[in-house]
């Protein structure tokens, strides 16, 4: 069966440190992937996209990489900070019957302490 | 620009109760989502739309109805309403569909079935 796995649902880690959040899946082969970012009662916020092609995207202290030979994908975020607490949601685009759909693991919430 | 507004925010409805989640979108883009979000669940979608005219179900989309006469709007039906639609719902759209990209969401309606 078709499974995304963010590697843990919770997160704790120290102000200043790098956070490494996890997305695995299986029985996928996306063309992109995709990280979004969400605050509580908050509709996700979209952050990066790489495609299969490519093997790590940067933008400002976050950083993705792609394995597609692995079926996963990181996520930094460098130099971390408070305002950088919430929950980040990996998703694949996928196409499935003839479409195009983003399929969204269940997210790993981050929380960094001051 | 406003981007993507959903209407109402909350809303609480008896078991058998029928209503409609209004989505709205001021970007010109063909393609609209509806999502429904539990906890611990992730995002899983219940229909989309190409364009206007054009539309399909998703993974979840029992329960529920959509139209799309126009490019703007996307509005989601609930007819005879069970606990089990008990979520909270995010409307997305983009400006492709092949892949889909980057998704804008909405800020979600919170809706309760008692």
């Known amino acids: 069966s078709q499974k995304i796995e963010q590697n843990s649902e919770a997160l704790n880690i120290q102000e200043g440190k790098t956070a490494t959040l996890t997305c695995n899946y299986t029985?996928?082969?996306?063309?992109?992937l995709q990280w979004y970012r969400q605050d509580p009662g908050r509709g996700p916020v979209f952050l990066l996209l790489?495609?299969?092609?490519?093997k790590e995207k940067r933008k400002e202290r976050l950083k993705v990489t792609f394995d597609t030979t692995l079926k996963q994908s990181l996520f930094h975020i460098t130099a971390s900070q408070p305002a950088d607490s919430a929950t980040y949601l990996c998703?694949?685009?996928?196409?499935?019957?003839?479409?195009?759909?983003?399929?969204f693991g269940k997210g790993t919430k981050l929380s960094v302490i001051p | 620009n406003a981007g993507v507004t959903q209407t109402p925010k909350f809303r609480i409805l008896k078991i058998g109760q029928s209503m409609t989640l209004q989505c709205a979108q001021d970007m010109n883009h063909n393609y609209m989502y509806w999502y429904r979000q539990d906890p611990g669940m992730g995002l899983k979608l219940i229909y989309y739309?190409?364009?206007?005219?054009?539309?399909d179900k998703g993974e979840v989309p029992n329960g529920y109805n959509v139209s799309r006469s126009t490019t703007e709007d996307f509005p989601l039906r609930l007819e005879l309403a069970a606990p089990s639609q008990t979520s909270v719902y995010f409307c997305?759209?983009?400006?492709?569909?092949?892949?889909?990209?980057?998704?804008?969401f909405g800020e979600g309606s919170r809706l309760t079935v008692l």
């Open positions: 997305a759209s983009s400006y492709r569909g092949g892949p889909v990209g980057e998704l804008f």
């Open positions: 998703a694949l685009d996928t196409e499935r019957a003839g479409s195009y759909q983003l399929t």
């Open positions: 790489i495609r299969e092609n490519e």
């Open positions: 739309s190409v364009g206007a005219g054009i539309t």
């Open positions: 029985n996928y082969s996306p063309a992109y």
